[in-house]
Structure formats: C-alpha cells, structure tokens
C-alpha cells in the first residue's frame, strides 16, 4: 500500500535538512567523530527519503547517501540494494498502517 506522501512530509523550508537528521549528525546521537572514524567509506540508507533532501545534508556530512521511497514522483523508487551503516526511517512508520510497519521493519532488517 502505497501511503498519501503529503501525509508523511513534515513541512520545513526547501533545501533545510529534518531535525531528525541534523541530529543524527551530532555527536550526542553516539556517532564515532570524523576524528576517529572515516566517513569516506560509511554508506546511509534513507528510507522513505521523500524528495531527498536529507540525502544532500548527509552528503555535506561526509556519507554516501542513499534514498528510497515508494513514490515514483519523488524519484527515488528503485529498492536498493547491499548493506549499510546507518538505515533511517524518518516520519515512515508513524503514518503506515499498523499492520504494515511490521513488514517495514523487517525488510529494514536487510540492509543492516
């Protein structure tokens, strides 16, 4: 079942990253630093990533960022594959069906 995506879109200012992923970014989150860690090679999945615009914020932060989301307009609808550091499901589950975040979550579970 494919959700209504202006009922999952929180609105905030074009090009301004979700407060979700601005605090992922901050080391109070539990994130090793960029001191001790190399992003270079750390790989995010944004799923359920809208139109994207947290992907380009996770970028400037030194992740190769990748989104998902089932609506084709948003152009980010081909189901990725392989495994990642980081899965993020912002403002997803809290909109599904109960009876279909279970199965969400499970096929989080693959790329983690």
């Known amino acids: 079942m494919l959700v209504d995506p202006g009922r999952t879109a929180p609105i905030r200012r074009k090009g301004?990253?979700?407060?979700?992923?601005?605090?992922?970014?901050t080391e109070d989150v539990g994130l090793p630093t960029s001191s001790i860690y190399n992003y270079d090679r750390c790989w995010l999945l944004d799923y359920g990533c809208g139109r994207g615009n947290d992907l380009d914020y996770?970028?400037?932060?030194?992740?190769?960022?990748v989104g998902y989301d089932p609506y084709e307009k948003f152009g980010h609808s081909i189901m990725p594959t392989g495994?990642?550091?980081?899965?993020?499901?912002?403002?997803?589950l809290n909109v599904l069906p109960i009876a279909e975040r279970r199965d969400v979550l499970?096929?989080?579970q693959q790329f983690s």
């Not at 495994?83 to 997803?92: G, Q």
Request: hydrophobic share 40%; proline share 6%; net charge positive.
């Open 83 to 92: 495994k990642y550091d980081i899965v993020v499901c912002n403002y997803v």
């Open 58 to 65: 996770y970028a400037t932060q030194g992740w190769h960022a």
């Open 106 to 108: 499970q096929r989080l």
């Open 16 to 25: 301004r990253p979700s407060i979700p992923a601005r605090l992922l970014m």
